[in-house]
Structure formats: structure tokens, C-alpha cells
């Protein structure tokens, strides 16, 4: 079955960095593409970027453009988020994401932006 683990979040000041993972398996990762996707307290979901299969045509929200870099390591099957310049409004859970055949999540991990 499908699973995807995130991990890597954390507690961080502002400006600082954090590098999140998402572990994936159960399915054939290099001919997916994955997402992540997060939620900040008391709000709805937000999709903050995706990229291809390969590794090819990444996709940023604007309010991430410029500070967030989205990879994968399909040797690995894992995908990446380098979170740089992080803000207090960047405060979320993290989910990735990816549809093979229906919608899969993972549990998500946690960032807080804060002095």
C-alpha cells in the first residue's frame, strides 16, 4: 500500500532553514509526481509546490518563490523541501502528497516559525 512519512520539521527562528523529508513506498515513485502541502493554524489547506517524476519542472507558491526548493531522490524514493528565510507565516504542518489513482497524505510533521 501507499505510504508516505514526512519528517524534518521543527522549531526554527526566523531566517533560519529546516530541510523536510517524505519517505515514500508501495508504489513505483519515479513515475509520480509529489507535492507538499501545508496548513497553518486555524486555516485551510495550502499547496505550497509540486514536481514531476524526474525531478523536472518544479512549482512554487508565490509565497514561497524564491525561499523554498523543492527535490526528489528517486534511488531513495524520497522527496525533499529546503526551507530557507523561513517566516513566522510559514508556520504549518507539512504534508506530502501524491495521487496514484486516489489522493495520499502523509501524517505530516510540524514547523514553527518563532522568536
Known amino acids: 500500500q501507499v505510504q508516505l512519512v514526512e519528517s524534518g520539521g521543527g522549531l526554527v527562528q526566523p531566517g533560519g532553514s529546516l530541510r523536510l523529508s517524505c519517505a515514500a513506498s508501495?508504489?513505483?515513485?519515479?513515475?509520480?509526481?509529489m507535492s507538499w502541502v501545508r496548513q497553518a493554524p486555524g486555516k485551510g489547506l495550502e499547496w505550497v509546490s509540486d514536481?514531476?517524476?524526474?525531478?523536472?519542472?518544479?512549482y512554487y507558491a508565490d509565497s514561497v518563490q524564491g525561499r523554498f526548493t523543492i527535490s526528489r531522490d528517486n534511488a531513495k524514493n524520497t522527496l525533499y523541501l529546503q526551507m530557507n528565510s523561513l517566516k513566522p507565516e510559514d508556520t504549518a504542518v507539512y504534508y506530502c502528497?501524491?495521487?496514484?489513482?486516489?489522493?495520499?497524505w502523509g501524517q505530516g510533521t510540524q514547523v514553527t516559525v518563532s522568536s
Open positions: 514536481i514531476n517524476g524526474l525531478g523536472g519542472s518544479p
Open positions: 502528497h501524491t495521487r496514484v489513482g486516489a489522493d495520499y
Open positions: 508501495g508504489f513505483t515513485f519515479i513515475s509520480y509526481s
